[in-house]
C-alpha cells in the first residue's frame, strides 16, 4: 500500500512521516512537520502554494 501526504501528494516509504488520527476516525498522512502545521494550525489549502504538488501554476 502506497501512502501519500495528505498536503503536498508526496510518496512515503514504510516508516516514515506521521500519522494524525481527527477526532471522526480520518486518518491523515504528513511527509514533514512543514506540511502538518500549513494543513492543521495554519489551515492552509495545497492547492494556493507553489511548492505544494496540488498548486495551480
Known amino acids: 500500500m502506497e501512502i501519500k501526504c495528505s498536503f ?3 510518496s512515503l516509504e514504510p516508516g516514515t512521516g506521521k500519522m494524525f488520527v481527527k ?3 480520518t486518518v ?6 512543514k506540511c502538518e502545521r500549513n494543513m492543521l494550525k495554519l489551515r ?4 494556493k502554494l507553489k511548492w505544494a504538488a496540488g498548486s495551480k501554476e
Open 44 to 47: 492552509r489549502k495545497s492547492r
Open 28 to 33: 491523515l498522512y504528513f511527509c514533514s512537520s
Open 23 to 25: 477526532r471522526d476516525g
Open 8 to 10: 503536498c501528494d508526496t
